[in-house]
């Protein structure tokens, strides 16, 4: 572990020495990778290039704005994704655990609670991407995930 953190440091370091460009690439790219691929630490990535942004190298308000931006990039990925393509994906073999009477109890489910579990969304952590994805196959309007998505990433 030890020498994950040594390198990371020794890349943000070379990061940092160039240009802030790249600390808010980083930021942008951090937070679209961590809806796709979970086991990424987004948020530590945010939490790094804040330190950078406090000792001068990079604009704090930059940085924050970059990351509701990554964020709700890779969550309307995900939703759209739900929508386009998740009752295929759930109607196939692939899915059979699940089954088609699933999709009832999931629009059911959004019917119910959208509004409070999206507005949560950012908060529950290990099934944040989950939910966006959830959250298309329930048919939830693309207008209200924005919105809600939008004020559970501003308070994360």
């Known amino acids: 572990m030890e020498v994950f953190f040594s390198k990371a440091d020794e890349i943000l370091n070379m990061v940092a020495g160039h240009s802030a ?7 942008l790219v951090s937070m679209i990778v961590e809806n796709f691929f979970p086991p ?17 190298n990079a604009s704090w308000t930059t940085v924050y704005i970059l ?3 990554g964020t709700l990039i890779s969550v309307m990925g995900l ?9 295929v994906v759930l ?5 059979r655990w699940l089954g088609v009477k699933r999709l009832d109890h999931v629009e059911q489910w959004f019917d119910k609670y959208h509004d409070k579990v999206l507005l949560a969304s950012r ?7 989950l939910i966006a994805l959830l959250a298309g196959i329930g048919r939830v309007p693309a207008w209200r995930m924005l919105i809600y998505s939008t004020i559970s990433t501003i308070t994360w």
């Open 79 to 87: 939703y759209y994704v739900g929508r386009t393509q998740g009752r």
């Open 91 to 95: 109607s196939s073999h692939r899915a």
């Open 21 to 27: 460009i790249w600390i808010y690439m980083f930021v």
């Open 123 to 129: 908060w529950l952590t290990g099934v944040r991407a």
């Open 67 to 69: 990351s509701i931006v």
């Open 40 to 56: 990424f630490p987004g948020d530590t990535c945010i939490f790094i290039c804040g330190v950078y942004a406090a000792g001068g």
